[in-house]
């Protein structure tokens, strides 16, 4: 601790035990372990209420009174996933980690993750740790292994991090920030092929404060961050280790909080990463991890772990855990704040949308009328003509080479494609010979007729629509119906989720800016949960999202972190059901990050057993103009890999090359 300095605050979730007995607790082991079958529960809960030398000092004690090795006995006693739990938590933290990474090194194949995940996130003290426990521990040199074992740019940067040589001054030299982004974006962004050796100097050696300053220049010399240029310039391997440096440069928390996420979500869980973060930061940063966890995927980690593991193992996790971040009273300050900054960054984040379709240059509606007309005539059907056109084609292009389709052959080019066309890709070229409100109001009709009531299309669309948009819909509903879409969605819904799709479709939201007293107002109507106001908690969420500014709403948002702790969308799920709780995240969604979760929507499409079409069609035919660049974008964010590859690999024919067409590119 510097002696002008204050000490940093604990963020671990594990602390010595008050009052400790190492002889007591050694004692108590032995016991758990004596005779038929072993306490388990007894071991777990002496265990992970042990700081890691506390623990240390049970082994040699157990030692000194039974001649045994703890450890030796509990691998005897324990199985499975709780065994390498429990046996992992006695180890030191740099033993532990050289079992680790021995573990990713022996045998056929590596365990390239466990290696990236190790060395981009410990510090200069803890690798240097790692390779003497390492050496101890296998009468090895770590270094060599590594060699031995890696190949290329990947081996060159592990062993630049295994040298542990990175800046530890937080006395940043401006000067140097902009000439280290500058040479970044040179052997990068402008030089044909990349100067990897440029990137693993810096990023292998520059200090975390010094790096993220460089990575906000970068950003301003390139137009977009340096982890979009790793993705572009570097490939396999490398890319995984540099992005990963540069997610811990960013924050370590936020990048072990990214792994356990990962770790659980989907079908089975990945538990050797799950155990390997659980105990090695359990000392460390478990509460910082626990925050971002809670504030970015909206459940806490407790949760996620109770619900995905089971057993004395799940019971054992949760001890490490040290708290449920979803229970009342838990949601820690420092994580409200996270959630603040959020909507303050929501506030004033000018987000430039693009789409992937645009206007076509030298373009000629006769002559694409032609086109199609040749690949719709006579015996079989030109699919590629017809795809190559339309996709490539703007909406206003589009409605053009209906007019001189029509012209030119007397014929109705939509009848024709229905004609020719079936299946998806018939749904997806017919889709964008539409206008997007014709586009729109057919999907809404459908959701509303036959049996049954597609509950999230309408949601989808009228949440996410803006004034013009949705009063644009109305008047194509109404002419392509002959009934007004209040009257449709009235007919077919009930209750207060009718009363928000009708708030919605009358597609009469303020447009004003940002009034902080009013905000604050709203926030006590929303957080007020007394029961003393007579309006219904519904009402009084519809009067306020259905009808308020994006701006203002990001405010009222803000203003109700402050007020509860909570970010709205955590108050919604705790406290409403059903569609009216589906019809209320998706504005806050949308308020907060659109284009996020248009990208949420496209991966459940795809996720899984089969492929949800009509999502999937709609979501990539209605935002091509409007924001599908931005959407690609943060999909790669979210799900580290590009939309793209997703719909290649789930979908196929000429279904897929249509869907490749409008989705604009691999990233």
């Not at 449920?324 to 704040?337: C, I, L, S, T, Y």
């Not at 029961?531 to 990001?554: A, H, K, N, V």
């Not at 409007?626 to 959407?631: C, H, Q, V, Y």
């Not at 799900?639 to 024919?653: N, Q, V």
Request: net charge negative; glycine share 6%.
């Amino acid at each position: 601790m510097s002696s002008t300095g204050k000490a940093a605050r604990y963020r671990g979730s594990v602390k010595d035990f008050p009052n400790f007995d190492a002889n007591q607790d050694a004692e108590a082991l032995y016991n758990a372990m004596k005779g038929f079958g072993s306490d388990k529960e007894a071991i777990l809960d002496l265990i992970t209420s042990r700081s890691n030398k506390q623990r240390n000092e049970i082994c040699h004690a157990y030692k000194a009174l039974y001649g045994k090795d703890l450890i030796a006995d509990l691998k005897y006693e324990l199985t499975g996933k709780f065994e390498r739990l429990i046996v992992g938590l006695m180890r030191p933290l740099e033993y532990f980690d050289a079992k680790e990474i021995k573990d990713a090194l022996k045998g056929i194949g590596t365990d390239e993750k466990c290696l990236i995940e190790i060395l981009a996130s410990r510090t200069n003290q803890q690798i240097r740790a790692l390779v003497e426990a390492y050496k101890d521990a296998y009468e090895s040199n770590l270094e060599e292994d590594v060699i031995a074992d890696t190949a290329g740019h990947f081996k060159k940067m592990l062993i630049v991090l295994l040298q542990a040589t990175r800046e530890e001054d937080d006395v940043v030299s401006e000067e140097l920030v902009e000439q280290d982004a500058k040479d970044l974006f040179e052997a990068g962004e402008v030089k044909w092929g990349t100067d990897e050796a440029q990137f693993i100097y810096i990023l292998g050696n520059r200090s975390k404060q010094h790096l993220r300053l460089v990575f906000d220049e970068y950003q301003k010399i390139a137009g977009k961050p340096i982890e979009a240029s790793i993705r572009g310039e570097l490939s396999g391997d490398f890319e995984k280790l540099m992005l990963a440096v540069v997610k811990n440069m960013r924050s370590t928390a936020a990048y072990f909080a990214d792994r356990l996420f990962k770790a659980m979500k989907g079908l089975g869980t990945r538990d050797n990463t799950l155990i390997r973060i659980m105990v090695s930061r359990s000392e460390i940063d478990m509460l910082d991890i626990r925050e971002i966890f809670r504030t970015k995927y909206e459940k806490s980690l407790h949760h996620m772990i109770e619900s995905d593991t089971s057993g004395d193992y799940k019971k054992a996790l949760l001890k490490l855990c040290g708290g449920d971040d979803d229970a009342a009273g838990e949601f820690f300050p420092e994580a409200a704040q996270v959630a603040y900054q959020m909507w303050e960054l929501s506030a004033v984040a000018k987000v430039e949308t693009k789409g992937t379709i645009h206007p076509a240059a030298d373009f000629n509606a006769d002559g694409d009328a032609k086109v199609l007309r040749k690949a719709m005539k006579g015996f079989g059907t030109d699919e590629d003509a017809i795809i190559e056109v339309v996709t490539q084609r703007s909406n206003t292009q589009r409605q053009e080479i209906i007019q001189a389709y029509k012209s030119h052959f007397g014929r109705d080019l939509m009848a024709d494609l229905k004609s020719e066309l079936s299946g998806p890709l018939a749904k997806v070229i017919l889709g964008l010979m539409m206008t997007p409100a014709q586009y729109d109001a057919k999907q809404l009709k459908k959701a509303t007729e036959g049996a049954g009531t597609d509950e999230s299309v309408l949601i989808e669309i009228l949440a996410t629509r803006n004034n013009q948009e949705i009063q644009a819909i109305n008047e194509a509903y109404k002419e392509a119906y002959h009934k007004t879409l209040e009257d449709a969605i009235s007919s077919d819904t009930s209750g207060h989720f009718k009363r928000i799709l009708i708030s919605l479709a009358l597609g009469a939201r303020e447009e004003g800016g940002e009034d902080l007293t009013k905000a604050r107002a709203d926030a006590q109507k929303l957080s007020d949960v007394s029961g003393d106001d007579s309006t219904s908690l519904e009402t009084r969420f519809l009067s306020i999202l259905c009808s308020q500014s994006y701006p203002q709403l990001r405010r009222v948002f803000q203003e109700f972190v402050k007020m509860t702790n909570h970010d709205v969308a955590h108050a919604i799920r705790k406290r409403m059901s059903g569609d009216v709780k589906d019809a209320f995240l998706a504005i806050v969604m949308s308020v907060k990050n659109k284009q996020a979760f248009f990208a949420e929507k496209l991966y459940k499409s795809m996720k899984g057993a089969g492929t949800d079409d009509r999502t999937l069609i709609r979501i990539i035919v209605s935002r091509s103009e409007i924001d599908l660049l931005n959407i690609r974008r943060e999909f790669w964010d979210l799900y580290d890999k590009s939309l793209y590859h997703m719909i290649e690999k789930d979908t196929s024919g000429d279904y897929r090359k249509a869907l490749l067409a409008i989705c604009g590119g691999e990233e």
